[in-house]
Each structure stands twice: as C-alpha cells, then as structure tokens.
C-alpha cells in the first residue's frame, strides 16, 4: 500500500495540471467538489505534521 512517500501524479499541483488537460474532468462539478476536498485534506495532514515535529 501506499506510504508517505511522493506520488507526483496523485499529489497537490501536479494532480490539478493534469485534471486542467481534459476540460471533461477540469469541468465537472464532482471533480472539482474532490479536488476541493483533498486540497482540505492535503491542507490539515501537513498542519498535523507540522503540529507533531513541533513536540
């Protein structure tokens, strides 16, 4: 399964220029409601790190 390592293709802006090559997807409201969703996501994980090294 995954770890913490980097995956270009399923993480932060590199994910988002993809999505911007298929006007389809770039388009559609689910797509944009997840990316939305795993910006939050993305968003809250490296305050949580951040919190944690700071321990």
């Known amino acids: 399964m995954y770890n913490e390592g ?6 932060g802006e590199k994910g988002k220029e993809l999505l911007s090559y298929v006007p ?5 409201p689910l797509v944009q409601e997840a990316v939305r ?7 809250q994980q ?3 790190k951040k919190r944690g ?3």
């Open 6 to 11: 980097e995956y270009p293709l399923a993480t």
């Open 53 to 55: 090294r700071e321990r």
């Open 24 to 28: 389809y997807y770039a388009n559609h």
């Open 46 to 48: 490296k305050k949580a």
């Open 37 to 43: 969703e795993l910006e939050q996501l993305e968003s």
